[in-house]
């Protein structure tokens, strides 16, 4: 994720058709949206909060707010005053989107503005430091309206290319897109000519046989007749509703097909649970091939959850042709496409594609602020007689249509808040002109041009790396945030703030305190970061943030906040060798069978020590906590949660105490409470990620724990009615076991970071 991938803006109104984006009534630039802050009665709003982590660029405490004649007052009439905050604050954001497969991260740099601001709260300065949902100001008053605040998002030139992939023209569709960032909806270019057929092929035979109804396997497959050829190339769109979406479309795929212009040809196709049964289709796929030829069901289950292998290092996809069949709509109805076909394209929304509306524009060439783009002139142009006059843009930002257009499109034109240029950008005011009808007299002019300086800052900013871009590109905030909500790749600092600084642990009768600093928490994070990314991303754990916080909740106390990835004593554990190892600890010979078949690791010879596995677990996943495969420790615990029978959903149902309880005897097993390792840290653990990784804020004061569990951190001796020590076994021993009992605690969490 990016650090706005969870970015804090819910419930704020939308924007006012003379603040909208990215322009204005009279077709002038507008760089933000205006927003309404929601109301909480009393005359009060919600106060602003910082979309993502970051830095503080810029701070300008407001001016009181008078009712003389100060240019923030422009506008004011006998009835009233028309005042506009100038309170401001500039982030500056650094975060990771993903890598690339050598592992090096694609890192960018954006910003956030928030400008009219009311007041600002204390604390918040020049180049400190700022975490996302803190709370920075009061929204003010835009034009004499309470409770606004422009909110804009923009960026430089070269962290478009790297937020986008591009930074102009449409998407290029002969060849794959990015593999270092993918994320959110998947797309598959169909060239014209390819082939529908009227029913699921084979799963191993990308020429397409299949096998009629009660033939047996040992009669040749029957080959498929393509029932029609699609007549024009189409997108097929491929979105698992993971995680936080609507509840009965949980678990589920979504196939839509569009043109290439972007127009869906019908609804949505579903296939019903097909991201909880991933792990089961994979295997199948795998087990349909010839045993010497058969992928790895892991490589199988890239293929289906991103259409490629992204993990180039760590996963091959043999044989390279394996289908992957899928149900879709056309142009003539509905049929089976291969879309892993040689000549069939992948995206995702990470490549901004043209089809889904995102486009560029760049008006910065006569570097004033008047819209001369030819392609927004045309959808503003309502009577389509090639001109657009003073009403057409206000009946233009009331069309949802060009709405839509409005908000994919990433714009650059020169900044309105430097004051240096303020003639150049707004002189062209003083004329009238078709979309001008009430031209500004000079007086009129010299009154704005010291409202518009009023408000400026951009010269005052501090000096940036990189520096400040007198022609930002920007995009529509609120679709900025919808879109990187969905990729879900952790920066190290985000990484290292899901480590609860300070958590209660039970200590035979009692609780006390275990605290992890922000030195090792972001060590750890700098060692996991890549590996961890890798598997949330694979496993669709990452952009889902119910399932994200219960899947950190368990590697917290099953590795020690990523200290150990070995089971303690393991050597003397009865299911020795195959004790834990990894993330979430892989546990007995079935569970480690099960991950060898999915990673279709071997070994020749078998190694002595494991000769009912086949591979070594020392060398391919731990042999002590400071000789481990990195990968390997953090993608067998994706795989757990992806083979575990209805553990995505149960990640999916919610946040609560309830869910957790229930993912933990997941992990643990469906075993009595008492009987579950590390309750205590995981329910709290999972209390502590709801405020860092969902949108409710920090709590500002302790909340309380009530749960049942065991009384005692060590098993008890068993009285028997006799009141003397029960016996069992042979030779006998005194039987021991975990009585259960009432917990109840207050919590007191502090945010990890610096």
């Known amino acids: ?74 506008g004011a009439t006998a009835q009233g005053n028309c005042w506009t905050s100038d309170g401001v604050i500039l982030i500056r954001h650094e975060t990771d989107i993903g890598a690339n497969a050598q592992g090096q991260a694609t890192t960018v740099v954006f910003y956030s503005l928030y400008m009219h601001l009311e007041s600002i709260a204390e604390g918040v300065r020049n180049n400190r430091p700022i975490y996302r949902k803190d709370e920075i100001g009061a929204a003010g008053f835009i034009y004499g309206q309470p409770h606004r605040i422009h909110f804009e998002i923009f960026c430089d030139h070269e962290n478009l290319r790297l937020l986008t992939g591009r930074t102009e023209g449409d998407l290029a569709v002969d060849r794959d897109g990015r593999c270092d960032a993918v994320f959110g909806e998947l797309y598959f270019r169909l060239p014209a000519g390819t082939s529908i057929y009227p029913s699921q092929p084979l799963d191993n035979d990308p020429v397409a046989h299949h096998r009629p109804p009660n033939q047996p396997v040992t009669q040749p497959a029957v080959p498929l007749v393509a029932t029609s050829r699609t007549t024009e190339a189409l997108i097929v769109g491929l979105r698992y509703a993971s995680g936080d979406g609507v509840a009965n479309q949980r678990g589920s795929a979504y196939l839509t097909t569009y043109r290439e212009d972007g127009t869906p040809i019908g609804e949505p196709l579903c296939e019903q649970d097909a991201e909880y049964n991933l792990y089961t289709r994979a295997t199948a796929i795998s087990t349909s091939y010839p045993v010497g030829a058969r992928p790895a069901p892991s490589a199988v289950y890239e293929l289906l959850r991103f259409g490629r292998i992204l993990d ?23 049929g089976w496409a291969n879309l892993n076909a040689p000549d069939v394209r992948k995206f995702s929304d990470a490549d901004f594609p043209h089809w889904k509306g995102w486009r560029f524009v760049d008006d910065s060439a006569d570097q004033d602020s008047r819209c001369d783009s030819p392609t927004i002139r045309s959808w503003f142009d309502k009577n389509k007689d090639g001109i657009v006059d003073a009403a057409e843009p206000r009946e233009s930002l009331c069309d949802q249509t060009i709405l839509r257009k409005l908000d994919h499109s990433i714009c650059r034109f020169p900044t309105e808040w430097r004051s240096s240029t303020l003639d150049q950008r707004w002189g062209w005011l003083k004329s009238k002109s078709l979309e001008c009808s009430n031209p500004l007299s000079e007086d009129d002019f010299t009154a704005f041009k010291a409202h518009a300086e009023a408000l400026c800052f951009w010269e005052r900013v501090p000096a940036q790396s990189p520096p400040l871009p007198d022609n930002p590109w920007r995009f529509h905030p609120r679709r900025f945030i919808q879109l990187f909500r969905r990729c879900g790749w952790l920066s190290q600092s985000e990484f290292a703030q899901c480590f609860p600084r300070r958590t209660l642990h039970l200590a035979n009768t009692s609780f006390h305190p275990q605290s992890v600093g922000w030195q090792t928490a972001n060590t750890r994070a700098d060692r996991w970061k890549l590996a961890f990314n890798r598997t949330t991303r694979k496993y669709g754990i990452g952009a889902a943030r119910n399932r994200l916080t219960h899947f950190f909740a368990h590697v917290i106390p099953e590795t020690g906040y990523l200290s150990q990835v070995k089971e303690g004593a393991g050597e003397n554990q009865p299911y020795s060798p195959y004790y834990g190892r990894g993330l979430i600890q892989l546990t007995r010979l079935d569970n480690y069978r099960k991950y060898g078949k999915f990673r279709k690791f071997s070994m020749e010879p078998p190694p002595p020590q494991y000769p009912n596995l086949g591979w070594d677990p020392d060398e391919l996943i731990a042999r002590s906590n400071t000789d481990y495969n990195v990968e390997n420790c953090a993608d067998s615990a994706g795989f757990y949660v992806a083979q575990r029978e209805n553990m995505l959903s149960h990640l999916d149902a ?16 469906y075993v009595a409470i008492e009987n579950l390792n590390s309750l205590d840290s995981r329910l709290q653990s999972v209390m502590y990620l709801k405020s860092i990784l969902l949108d409710q804020p920090f709590p500002a004061t302790p909340e309380l724990l009530n749960f049942t569990w065991r009384r005692n951190s060590q098993k008890e001796v068993v009285i028997g009615s006799n009141g003397q020590p029960e016996m069992t076994g042979n030779p006998p021993h005194v039987k021991k076991k975990f009585y259960p009992t009432e917990h109840h605690l207050s919590i007191n969490f502090e945010h990890q970071k610096p």
């Open 1 to 74: 994720m990016t650090s706005v991938a969870t970015g804090h803006i819910p419930g704020w109104g939308d924007e006012t058709i003379a603040g909208s984006y990215p322009v204005s009534l009279e077709l002038g630039w507008h760089g933000g949206s205006h927003l309404v802050a929601p109301s909480i009665g009393n005359n009060l709003a919600l106060p602003v909060r910082a979309i993502a982590d970051g830095r503080i660029a810029y701070v300008r405490r407001p001016t009181a707010r008078t009712t003389d004649a100060s240019p923030l007052n422009y």
């Open 312 to 334: 180039t290092a760590h996963e091959t996809l043999t044989p390279a042709n394996v289908p992957h069949w899928r149900r879709v709509r056309h142009s003539g109805g509905e």
């Open 654 to 669: 919610g946040v609560e105490q309830e869910n957790a309880i229930i993912a933990s005897k997941d992990v643990n097993g």
